[in-house]
Each structure stands twice: as structure tokens, then as C-alpha cells.
């Protein structure tokens, strides 16, 4: 019998598979644009609460359910606000020199900060071709941790180094990014640790009759070359890898004052939110607590971009 042909088990589009050596991916900030009409950091960083069900009224133009009221999945953000750490200049791609702008005792939890920060105006270079931002999260809003997480975000502004006086030293909230309608999730997914070849590469089972082993590749390659290939599928790390989710839609947003989303028991595995939240159409990486980075758009499409929802109610 003819032994039959299929492409390989296990996608190499992503190698090595190991864990991520960071909470929060790094971006590449020179492909990522804003809307080009306000000023605005490109970024921000979000917890995952969770998931629940929203009814919405889709008003869609020229979509099956137009004027209709449909359920959808949504995934819940918490998005405490965010301060500037340092100002951060560039020349010919290398750094130039970075300017602290805040001292706050939370910083003490991960970095040594300067006892006195300095002033933007005097420390500034005159000569600079572009400037980012080392922001920092204030998750002691939420009620999940106190360390806050570092990032460097990219502006987009007519004059970069006068938005970043303008926001030095103040919090900047969900609405002074929240102008977009799609949205990529960055972030790592769920850790599974040692897993076996079957789960990890999607390889089939041999049969039952096989010998040493039946969850095993049936050869781990020739006899020369003498050595293992990296292709050959077996066990090893699963999860905590770095992914991006592209073209999120947004579904609603607001703080926990205005309208209070809490279930009476709390989120499960996360609590209750305490400052401002999101809601993203569908799912978005990693467990409750993980931190996900939200950056405009990289590649959006038109099919996403012309949906419209409009929130009616959230069931959690």
C-alpha cells in the first residue's frame, strides 16, 4: 500500500519555540502609524480581566444582521493609567540620551530611579531625529499586583518634545489613546511548560501495535547526516510565546465610576476592576493578570474596519 502525502506536522513559521524573555513584546514603532490627525502616545498597556457576552446592534452597511441585535464574544482589559518615565532620544537609530522625568516610590519595585528628576527643558538635545517614551502602568489602581511594568511607546505629534512636556508628570488615561477603532493585541499566551510532541507539533498517533512509544515520531531522521534535525517534531516548551493579535474591534469602553461591570461575585481569577476597562471583540491571549500591550493597527483591513457595533448590554 502506498504510504499517503501531507505537509509537515508543526508550523516553523515561529522557532525557536522557548519562552518569551520579556512580560511585554517589543514593538517595531517604525511601521506602526497613528490616525496622522492628533497627537498621541501608540500605545498602551492593558490586564486581562477575562470574557463574557455583549449584545450589540450591528449597523454594519450591507451586513446579514443590519439593524439587528446579535451576541458577541468580548474579551475585558482593565487599562489603569499611565505616566512618563523618561524621555528617550534617538540619533542615526542609536540612543542619544535619556531624560528621567519621574521618581515616583512605585518605581522603586523595579528600577533605581534618580532621587531628583531632571527638567525636559534644559536636559534636552538640540539636535535629535526622533524622541519615545519609557512609560510605566500604575497597576496599584487595579487590584492585582503593585509592581508597575515598563515600555517604550512611540509618539505620534506635530512636535514631538513639546507633547512630551506637555505630559510629563501627569497621568494619561485610556481616552488620550482610545482613538482608534482597531486595535493589535501584543502579548504572551498561556505558559503549558514540558508538553509531548503530540500536543506541541500536532503529529498523529501511531498505532497500537507500534513499539517505544506510540505519542513519539516514528524516526527522528536518517542515519547520516549524523545528527538531529530542528525540524523533527518532539517534546519541549509549550506557551509563553510572544504573539500578536491583529485588528481587534473595539466594542466599548469607560471607567468603573461611570458604569460599574463588576459581577456581584467578581471576575473569576482576577477580582474586581477599579479604574477604567475595554472590551475587545473576540479572544486575546494569555490568562487573567497577563499584561497586553494595544498599539493602533499595523495592517487593517476593510472588512474589519467597516463594522459597527453599538453596545446594548455586557453579560459576564
Given at each position: 500500500?502506498?504510504?499517503?502525502?501531507?505537509?509537515?506536522?508543526?508550523?516553523?513559521?515561529?522557532?525557536?519555540?522557548?519562552?518569551?524573555?520579556?512580560?511585554?513584546?517589543?514593538?517595531?514603532?517604525?511601521?506602526?502609524?497613528?490616525?496622522?490627525?492628533?497627537?498621541?502616545?501608540?500605545?498602551?498597556?492593558?490586564?486581562?480581566?477575562?470574557?463574557?457576552?455583549?449584545?450589540?446592534?450591528?449597523?454594519?452597511?450591507?451586513?446579514?444582521?443590519?439593524?439587528?441585535?446579535?451576541?458577541?464574544?468580548?474579551?475585558?482589559?482593565?487599562?489603569?493609567?499611565?505616566?512618563?518615565?523618561?524621555?528617550?532620544?534617538?540619533?542615526n537609530n542609536k540612543v542619544l540620551k535619556d531624560v528621567v522625568v519621574s521618581n515616583d516610590k512605585e518605581l522603586k519595585r523595579?528600577?533605581?530611579?534618580?532621587?531628583?528628576?531632571?527638567?525636559?527643558?534644559?536636559?534636552?538635545?538640540?539636535?535629535?531625529?526622533?524622541?519615545?517614551?519609557?512609560?510605566?502602568?500604575?497597576?496599584?489602581?487595579?487590584?492585582?499586583?503593585?509592581?508597575?511594568?515598563?515600555?517604550?511607546?512611540?509618539?505620534?505629534?506635530?512636535?514631538?518634545?513639546?507633547?512630551?512636556?506637555?505630559?510629563?508628570?501627569?497621568?494619561?488615561?485610556?481616552?488620550?489613546?482610545?482613538?482608534?477603532?482597531?486595535?493589535?493585541?501584543?502579548?504572551?499566551?498561556?505558559?503549558?511548560?514540558?508538553?509531548?510532541?503530540?500536543?506541541?507539533?500536532?503529529?498523529?498517533?501511531?498505532?497500537?501495535?507500534?513499539?517505544?512509544?506510540?505519542?513519539?515520531?516514528?524516526?527522528?531522521?536518517?542515519?547520516?547526516?549524523?545528527?538531529?534535525?530542528?525540524?523533527?517534531?518532539?517534546?519541549?516548551?509549550?506557551?509563553?510565546?510572544?504573539?500578536?493579535?491583529?485588528?481587534?474591534?473595539?466594542?466599548?469602553?469607560?471607567?468603573?465610576?461611570?458604569?460599574?461591570?463588576?459581577?456581584?461575585?467578581?471576575?473569576?481569577?482576577?477580582?474586581?476592576?477599579?479604574?477604567?476597562?475595554i472590551l475587545l471583540k473576540g479572544s486575546v491571549q494569555g490568562p487573567q493578570k497577563r499584561q497586553i500591550?494595544?498599539?493602533?493597527?499595523?495592517?487593517?483591513?476593510?472588512?474589519?474596519?467597516?463594522?459597527?457595533?453599538?453596545?446594548?448590554?455586557?453579560?459576564?
Amino acid at each position: 500500500m502506498a504510504g499517503g502525502t501531507h505537509p509537515r506536522f508543526g508550523s516553523l513559521q515561529y522557532w525557536p519555540r522557548k519562552r518569551a524573555e520579556k512580560a511585554i513584546p517589543s514593538v517595531n514603532w517604525d511601521v506602526v502609524k497613528g490616525d496622522g490627525k492628533t497627537d498621541s502616545i501608540l500605545g498602551f498597556i492593558a490586564y486581562k480581566v477575562g470574557m463574557g457576552t455583549a449584545l450589540v446592534k450591528d449597523s454594519t452597511d450591507k451586513s446579514m444582521t443590519q439593524g439587528k441585535k446579535i451576541y458577541i464574544p468580548v474579551t475585558v482589559l482593565e487599562t489603569p493609567n499611565m505616566k512618563i518615565y523618561s524621555v528617550r532620544f534617538y540619533k542615526n537609530n542609536k540612543v542619544l540620551k535619556d531624560v528621567v522625568v519621574s521618581n515616583d516610590k512605585e518605581l522603586k519595585r523595579i528600577i533605581l530611579a534618580p532621587r531628583q528628576p531632571k527638567n525636559l527643558d534644559s536636559e534636552a538635545p538640540k539636535e535629535f531625529d526622533d524622541l519615545r517614551l519609557i512609560m510605566y502602568s500604575m497597576p496599584s489602581q487595579t487590584s492585582i499586583k503593585k509592581t508597575p511594568d515598563l515600555i517604550e511607546l512611540a509618539v505620534e505629534a506635530k512636535d514631538k518634545l513639546a507633547f512630551a512636556k506637555s505630559m510629563a508628570g501627569k497621568e494619561i488615561s485610556l481616552k488620550d489613546f482610545l482613538k482608534y477603532s482597531l486595535l493589535d493585541a501584543r502579548g504572551l499566551t498561556k505558559g503549558k511548560g514540558l508538553v509531548g510532541p503530540v500536543k506541541r507539533m500536532g503529529i498523529g498517533l501511531k498505532a497500537h501495535k507500534s513499539e517505544k512509544g506510540v505519542r513519539r515520531p516514528g524516526t527522528l531522521g536518517p542515519w547520516h547526516p549524523a545528527h538531529t534535525s530542528f525540524r523533527v517534531a518532539m517534546a519541549g516548551q509549550l506557551g509563553m510565546f510572544s504573539r500578536v493579535i491583529y485588528n481587534n474591534k473595539v466594542i466599548g469602553s469607560g471607567t468603573i465610576s461611570e458604569k460599574n461591570i463588576n459581577p456581584k461575585s467578581g471576575f473569576k481569577q482576577y477580582g474586581n476592576i477599579n479604574s477604567s476597562y475595554i472590551l475587545l471583540k473576540g479572544s486575546v491571549q494569555g490568562p487573567q493578570k497577563r499584561q497586553i500591550l494595544l498599539t493602533p493597527s499595523f495592517r487593517p483591513t476593510k472588512t474589519m474596519a467597516k463594522k459597527k457595533y453599538e453596545l446594548v448590554e455586557l453579560e459576564l
